[in-house]
């Protein structure tokens, strides 16, 4: 049984070992690659920052309404629409 996973673990170990490669990509592909990598991680970073930093913007906002500012969204007055007058 232990021998089975030894031989397995091993043979993997072996297909993922790179093997030689006669081949010259030059410095244009090198760069192309790593700025793409690098917009990837920008992107990714981005993303996150949005996330985390809406809703802390919106809690900040929502403090501000409280004190006698604007009032926030989907409170009267606060999309720009009036009531009409009843009659």
């Known amino acids: 049984m232990m021998r089975k996973h030894v031989s397995a673990v091993l043979a993997l170990a072996v297909l993922l070992l790179p ?4 081949a010259y990509i030059g ?4 760069l192309s690659a790593i700025g793409s990598l690098l ?7 981005l993303a996150i920052v ?8 919106r809690l900040l906002r929502r403090g501000k ?3 006698g500012g604007t009032p ?3 409170k009267a007055g606060g999309d720009g ?5 009843n009659k």
């Open 81 to 85: 629409t009036q009531d009409p007058p």
């Open 50 to 57: 949005g996330f985390v930093w809406y809703p802390i913007r």
């Open 65 to 67: 309404g409280a004190k």
């Open 39 to 45: 917009a990837l991680i920008g992107a990714v970073l």
């Open 19 to 22: 093997g030689v490669a006669s």
């Open 72 to 74: 926030p969204a989907g």
């Open 27 to 30: 410095p244009g592909a090198g």
